[in-house]
């Protein structure tokens, strides 16, 4: 079941019990979404003359009746955040940035009375009753991380007007709140480097490409692969996932079919850390014989023998800024959405 048809249920039910036209109803008649029905009925200026009158028109024909107790409860506080990662769990607690966001957000919200609720949406039905939690806005917003191309939750957030704030973004128009690093430009800084440092095959570890960051990342590679007039080769690219065992696998796969490289680029610490397993298994000596670097900076990167070299990115800080956007925006709610860049450095250690 998709989050739309869980919401859908459960207004369905609750539609059968009431006796009287619902809100969702005069959606449909109208051919919008309850969002802009809500809109509607509170005065917002922020919906188009057309859909209004759609409105309008769905409310006297079905003889909708706000009702009052309702709208009084939604517009109340909850004084409750929930940041939500739609990850397993083995990969939050293996990856240190879900830790630093975490921490980011916590050091945020501690002189407020805001409530931090931390929720994983692992399963479909999990994902099923978040859909519904949220639909009811038994939260005053939401924080999410890790955000997936076909992730319908950031869709649902904003059809039912629930101050929003992403961890990234699912791509360049991205309508949503959200707070990303410069991942292209820190990812180019680092080929650049290693191509600078004289070294001629260097490969890159993607990430998921069904995540904006990573597909920023590879952008980020191939530009600087362009600027020192190199040929693009798709045999210096292994797609993986974000993962040390995904990590492992990509550098085996790059060693079998290009025996020749002398340097990589993996777009996450994590990965970083299972290519240097591999590479030191094959007898590959780092940075000697392969150069190598990480994205993100994590303790990882300074914990790794050589120490990595590695992109940093101010991940509490994205943490921190993510927290105070969604404030404004609860208290706030007609402002514009706010897109927060912040700049990566490109740390140098043993590795490469």
Not at 25 to 35: D, I, K, L, W
Request: hydrophobic residues 45%; charged residues 25%.
């Amino acid at each position: 079941m998709t989050w739309r048809s869980a919401r859908e249920a459960a207004v369905a039910v609750n539609g059968r019990h009431s006796g009287r036209p619902t809100l969702e109803e005069v959606a449909a008649r109208a051919g919008v979404g309850r969002g802009t029905v809500s809109r509607v009925i509170n005065g917002s200026p922020q919906v188009s003359d057309q859909a209004k009158a759609a409105v309008q028109r769905a409310i006297a024909e079905l003889g909708y009746v706000p009702n009052r107790a309702a709208r009084a409860l939604a517009g109340s506080r909850t004084d409750a955040i929930a940041l939500v990662i739609p990850e397993p769990e083995a990969k939050l607690f293996a990856e240190p940035y879900f830790s630093d966001i975490i921490l980011g957000v916590s050091a945020e919200l501690a002189e407020t009375d805001m409530q931090l609720l931390l929720t994983l949406a692992r399963t479909a039905k999990e994902r099923q009753r978040l859909a519904q939690y949220f639909t009811a806005h038994r939260v005053d917003g939401v924080l999410l991380v890790s955000v997936h191309e076909d992730d319908p939750l950031p869709d649902l957030l904003q059809e039912i007007d629930m101050p929003t704030v992403l961890s990234g973004r699912r791509s360049d128009s991205e309508a949503l709140s959200y707070v990303d690093s410069d991942n292209v430009g820190g990812a180019r800084s680092a080929v650049a480097h290693l191509l600078s440092s004289g070294r001629h095959a260097v490969a890159t570890i993607t990430g998921h490409l069904d995540m904006y960051v990573a597909r920023c990342r590879l952008d980020g590679y191939r530009r600087a692969i362009e600027t020192a007039g190199l040929a693009s080769d798709d045999s210096l690219v292994a797609r993986s996932d974000f993962t040390e065992q995904g990590g492992r696998d990509a550098m085996g796969s790059l060693l079998a079919r290009r025996p020749d490289i002398d340097a990589v680029f993996a777009a996450s610490d994590v990965m970083a850390s299972g290519a240097l397993q591999v590479l030191r298994e094959a007898g590959r000596r780092v940075p000697d014989d392969v150069a190598l670097i990480g994205f993100d900076d994590s303790a990882i990167a300074r914990h790794m023998d050589p120490p990595l070299t590695s992109v940093r990115q101010p991940i509490q800080e994205m943490g921190r800024t993510m927290a105070r956007v969604l404030l404004e925006e609860i208290s706030a709610r007609q402002q514009a959405r706010r897109h927060v860049v912040l700049a990566t450095e490109l740390v140098l250690r043993m590795s490469a």
